[in-house]
Antibody, heavy 118, light 105 residues
């Protein structure tokens, strides 16, 4: 059973940085593409980034390109999101997700809350 | 690809049958998934590939459609079904979600 546990969220000032982590278990982590998705308070789901199983391919939403970096450590079954130059609009719950199957449906972690505020 | 759900909100009663529509701005074949999100929790996969029921999901949930037009139907609403529903296309990056449909009592 897929288990994903995010951590690293908190309150941070605008312009600062944060590193989010997602520990995976219950599946062969190194074989799957992984994603970050965020949800601002009271808003819908926004896909943020993807890394291929071996980090050879990465893709970002335009809203975070150049500021966020997705990475992974397959030896530790952990996914990361480095978030730099934070803006108040980045306030959200950040979910990590595994995509699988032909239609790449998502299995989700419980999320970690990032609040960007002065 | 833009995903547009309708309605944005919907009021219904226990036992009702409801249908939520999701339209894609271009052909996405069957690369359409549906998720349910209850307040404060992570989304849960209901339907993948437009019409395949995820293991463990009650059969009152059905998905249909292809290319640009998709529907999620819930027959005989149960109390736990009052939640927000999202469609998602995974045909091409960036992956996009519909804006959500809030199903209320």
């Amino acid at each position: 059973q897929v288990q994903l546990v995010e951590s690293g969220g908190g309150v941070v000032q605008p312009g600062r940085a944060l590193r989010l982590s997602c520990e995976a278990s219950g599946f062969n982590f190194r074989a799957y593409a992984m994603h970050w998705v965020r949800q601002a308070p009271g808003k819908g789901l926004e896909w943020v980034a993807i890394t291929s199983f071996d980090e050879s391919k990465k893709f970002y939403a335009d809203s975070v390109k150049g500021r966020f970096t997705i990475s992974r450590d397959n030896s530790k079954s952990t996914l990361f999101l480095q978030v730099n130059s934070l803006k108040t609009d980045d306030t959200a719950v950040y979910y990590c997700a595994q995509s699988s199957g032909r239609f790449q449906s998502f299995s989700w972690g419980q999320g970690t809350l990032v609040i960007v505020s002065s | 690809i833009q995903m547009t759900q309708s309605p944005s909100s919907l009021s219904a009663s226990v036992g009702d049958r409801v249908t939520i529509i999701c339209r894609a701005s271009q052909n996405i074949s069957s690369y359409l998934n549906w998720y349910q999100q209850t307040s404060g929790k992570a989304p849960k996969l209901l339907i993948y590939g437009a019409s395949s029921l995820q293991s463990g999901v009650p059969s009152r949930f059905t998905g249909s459609g292809s290319e640009t037009d998709f529907t999620l139907t819930i027959s005989s609403l149960q109390p736990g079904d009052f939640a927000t529903y999202y469609c998602q296309q995974t045909y091409i990056l960036p992956i996009t979600f519909g804006q959500g449909t809030r199903l209320e009592i």
